[in-house]
């Protein structure tokens, strides 16, 4: 057993009414899930491929707590990437043997309107072995029925394309990813012109980047979540579509990869890198 998806993004941000907002104008797509845990809300978009958790701290408790201080010392933004495995279980002895231990966490979250609640089991890698990056394994066995999308207007968001992860260790970084997380190996190249040294490693049908600056050099610095490329099937139409919807988006632009076309989002809530890609016209 391994990893076999990239469940969710979970990110972190003070106002979540703010964050909702802004995410329903960039996805072109309402939440499907609003709920409450141990003094904290969140509203969760179910992509085609991922979801999108946003969260934020709105009372006392350990999760709200734990918000606070990650935003008092890092600021509004990626906090972890949760990856999918069908038997946790056997997933957290394959890598306690590769010096990887997890721990449990028991996640509920319970709508304030309804009552209705949804559970999750997990464990958390110890960050000491994911060199600061938050990531955890959430079960999803074969015969659970997937999660509903998320509600969706006109030319929405589709799924998630890649996420970055900057390291200041490129082949440390490609042991935990490759090696001990047993993600498949793309790609491993160093471009002077970009100075960057890029791996993507495919889960799923989507990409982690890693990325590493090659004029900062090797150092034993955390790792960090980055940023996110949101996949739409057309390009023009989603520009149109968040232009009139208020989002701040550049000119679209020839995408690095044959065949396609991105823009940047300029506004995205939590501060976080955004680029949108789809099909060159």
């Given at each position: ?24 104008r960039l996805l072109g797509r309402t939440p499907n899930w609003r709920g409450t845990m141990h003094g904290a ?156 040294r890029l791996m993507f490693f495919r889960v799923g049908d989507l990409v982690v980047e890693i990325a590493h ?24 139409a989603a520009h149109a579509r968040m232009s009139a919807a208020g989002v701040q988006v550049s000119d679209i ?29």
């Open positions: 057993m391994t990893i076999n998806a990239l469940d969710h993004i979970a990110m972190v941000v003070s106002d979540l009414d703010a964050a909702e907002a802004g995410y329903s809300s969140h509203a969760w978009f179910q992509l085609g491929n991922t979801a999108l958790d946003v969260i934020a701290p709105t009372g006392e408790g350990a999760v709200g707590d734990g918000i606070r201080a990650r935003i008092a010392s890092h600021g509004e933004g990626l906090w972890a990437l949760s990856f999918s495995t069908p038997d946790l279980a056997a997933e957290r002895k394959r890598l306690e043997r590769l010096a990887v231990p997890t721990y449990e966490r028991a996640e509920v979250s319970t709508n304030p309107d309804t009552g209705a609640t949804r559970e999750w089991v997990t464990a958390a890698l110890r960050t000491r072995s994911t060199h600061g990056a938050n990531l955890i394994l959430v079960e999803n066995r074969p015969d659970a029925a997937p999660w509903p999308q998320a509600e969706a207007g006109e030319a929405p968001v589709t799924g998630l394309d890649h996420v970055v992860i900057n390291t200041p260790d490129p082949e440390r970084a490609a042991a935990l990813y490759g090696a001990r997380l047993n993600l498949d190996m793309k790609l491993d190249r160093s471009n002077p012109d970009w100075g960057t600056d090659l004029k900062a050099g090797v150092s034993d610095g955390p790792d960090a979540i980055w940023g996110l490329s949101w996949r739409v099937a057309d390009i023009p632009r020839t995408g690095r990869k044959p065949g396609t076309a991105v823009f940047t989002v300029k506004d995205a809530p939590g501060g976080v890198p955004t680029l949108v890609i789809g099909p060159q016209a």
